[in-house]
């Protein structure tokens, strides 16, 4: 008899998936042939049906993908609602022009971005002006520290209340920025593998190789991902200059009084423009503004072949 179910792609390890099933069991099974390629390739996250052949042996395959909401690159994940962007006050240094990546690659899919700070207990000077940086561009932040305990209620009240009834998140950013660690303290029965901080390359080694997603209960999903050091826009597409200014909404709501009507917010001229206006008076973030111009330049000079 052959039967089809319907699920989400939890895990993926050389080939093989786990999924779990709306009826709740999790299924160990390939995929077909043609969704191995890459535009078609199954991504952690996605919705599946998964068609059951009791007959053969072996014949648990994925034999559809369902329509997605997102895809992304980095995370390499499907169907996020909510991108947790995680990084330390200090050790490692967090460099923000790659966590505006993040919050405009959220941002341009239609995700929430949260910013969570770690490691406060390193540097409370540090995670506190970069709590203040991502506060004014109205982005949901938190500081935290596993040492103190710091913001660790604050952070897990959120995920509650949020990440529930079918809603997907993740948790992005740098290796070593204290991920794991930080979903295991949340969540105490994830017990994930963390990695102590190699003094040489500050970063943590023997750490998270694969996304994994986990059931936090009432019906939510946070993943764990593997940490990456750089997102190259000028490489890979993840939206046009043209998408740019909607990606970044705090430096768009304060672009509405520029001389020129197609100002691009790049120049630092006060009299032409409410944006460069708008930094000089406190009201953007100069590091945001910076992300903004350096992406705007990359996208702009970008050859599409
Ligand atoms: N001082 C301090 N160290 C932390 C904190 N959170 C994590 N770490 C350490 O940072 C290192 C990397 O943590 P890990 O969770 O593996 O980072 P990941 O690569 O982002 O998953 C480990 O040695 C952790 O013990 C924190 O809040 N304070
Ligand atoms: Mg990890
Ligand atoms: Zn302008």
């Known amino acids: 008899m052959v039967n089809e179910k319907e699920g989400k792609v939890i895990k993926?390890?050389?080939?093989?998936?786990?999924?779990?099933?709306?009826?709740?069991?999790?299924?160990?099974?390939?995929?077909?042939?043609?969704?191995?390629r890459d535009e078609e390739k199954v991504l952690i996250g996605d919705r599946v049906v998964v068609r059951i052949d009791d007959e053969t042996p072996d014949s648990i395959v994925i034999s559809g993908i369902l329509p997605r909401k997102c895809a992304l690159i980095r995370p390499p994940m499907s169907n996020l609602d909510y991108l947790f962007i995680v990084f330390?006050?200090?050790?490692?240094?967090?460099?923000?022009?790659?966590?505006?990546?993040?919050?405009?690659?959220?941002?341009?899919?239609?995700?929430?971005?949260?910013?969570?700070?770690?490691?406060?207990?390193?540097?409370?000077?540090?995670?506190?002006?970069f709590a203040s940086v991502y506060k004014k561009a109205g982005i949901p932040t938190f500081v935290t520290s596993t040492q103190t305990e710091e913001g660790l209620s604050e952070l897990s009240e959120y995920i509650k209340s949020y990440v529930k009834d079918g809603a997907t998140a993740a948790f992005a950013g740098a290796s070593g920025v204290g991920k794991s660690t930080l979903m295991n303290a949340l969540f105490p029965n994830l017990s994930l593998s963390t990695g102590e901080i190699s003094r040489k390359i500050e970063r943590g080694k023997h750490t998270t190789r694969h996304v994994e997603i986990f059931d936090i209960g009432n019906g939510g999903f946070l993943a764990d991902t593997p940490g990456f050091s750089l997102i190259d826009f000028a490489r890979f597409d993840f939206f046009t200059v043209e998408e740019l200014l909607p990606a970044f909404p705090d430096v768009m709501a304060h672009g509405n009084a520029c001389r020129y009507a197609d100002c691009a917010h790049v120049g630092e001229g006060v009299e032409d423009c409410s944006v460069a206006r708008a930094k000089e008076q406190g009201d953007i973030s100069e590091s945001r503004l910076d992300s903004y111009r350096s992406i705007y330049k990359t996208l702009k000079n970008k050859i599409n072949y």
Do not use: W
């Open 12 to 36: 993926g390890l050389g080939g093989l998936y786990e999924v779990k099933t709306d009826g709740g069991e999790v299924l160990f099974c390939r995929a077909k042939g043609i969704l191995k």
């Open 88 to 129: 330390a006050a200090a050790k490692p240094q967090p460099v923000l022009e790659t966590v505006d990546k993040l919050t405009a690659i959220a941002y341009h899919n239609d995700i929430t971005p949260v910013i969570v700070i770690t490691k406060s207990d390193m540097s409370r000077h540090a995670a506190d002006e």
